[in-house]
């Protein structure tokens, strides 16, 4: 399987911040990587599809980057309903894995 | 949009089975456009996808699960099933379906959307 990890697992954050969260995959998965948003008690939603592509709807604040194994996503300016844990995974291998989470809260 | 909604028993028996239904509304499993998942998420702890289902029928399994997993389609009702076998403590999870996105050509890419989820626990 491909590991997924993630740096940092938790940051605090002031609103107007910027922020960026790396996720690493165990080897090489081209640009098939998504990024989700979970709240407490919520499901996953998708901000970030093909490392780079901002989901319709998203604000365009989110943004994604990187290919092979190295990725980031940033938040510009981190607003009030930003915070949350943010998830990567991988699409390359057909056993889709994620990362171990990054929970961004208040500072 | 298209939703989707977990429906089932929300305490299991350890070597039971768990039984869940994923109902699918504004929108057709039959499309032929999308997979059907299902993924779970222990409490506090990251997520698992568990396998998927295509409306002909054909699935895939994670193998670390395939032993005790079975994904089945009733295109009729518009819903997609999970079953898993002899579950002990370790299964006790939210557990996610959501609509599975299928690039040209054939390649899973995405998740999305995903419905809200239920808390499975497995206790006696």
């Known amino acids: 399987d491909i590991q997924m990890t993630q740096s940092p697992s938790s940051l605090s954050a002031s609103v107007g911040d910027r922020v960026t969260i790396t996720c690493r995959a165990s080897q090489s998965i081209s640009s098939y990587l998504n990024w989700y948003q979970q709240k407490p008690g919520k499901a996953p939603k998708l901000l970030i599809y093909?490392?780079?592509s901002l989901q319709s709807g998203v604000p365009s604040r989110f943004s994604g980057s990187g290919s092979g194994t190295d990725f980031t996503l940033t938040i510009s300016s981190l607003q009030p309903e930003d915070f949350a844990t943010y998830y990567c995974q991988q699409s390359y291998s057909t056993i889709f894995t994620f990362g171990p989470g990054t929970k961004v809260d208040i500072k | 949009q298209v939703q989707l909604q977990e429906s089932g028993p929300g305490l299991v028996k350890p070597s039971q089975t768990l039984s869940l239904t994923c109902t699918v509304s504004g929108g057709s499993i039959s499309s032929g456009d999308y997979y059907w998942s299902w993924i779970r998420q222990p409490p506090g702890k990251g997520l698992e996808w568990i396998g998927y289902?295509?409306?002909?029928?054909?699935?895939y399994y994670n193998p670390s699960l395939k032993s005790r997993v079975t994904i089945s389609v009733d295109t009729s009702k518009n819903q997609f099933s999970l079953k898993l076998s002899s579950v002990t403590a370790a299964d006790t999870a939210v557990y996610y379906c959501?609509?599975?996105?299928?690039?040209?050509?054939?390649?899973?890419?995405?998740?999305?959307?995903w419905g809200q989820g239920t808390l499975v626990t497995v206790s006696s």
């Open positions: 289902i295509y409306y002909s029928g054909s699935t």
């Open positions: 959501a609509r599975t996105v299928v690039a040209p050509g054939g390649r899973v890419v995405r998740f999305d959307p």
């Open positions: 093909a490392a780079s």
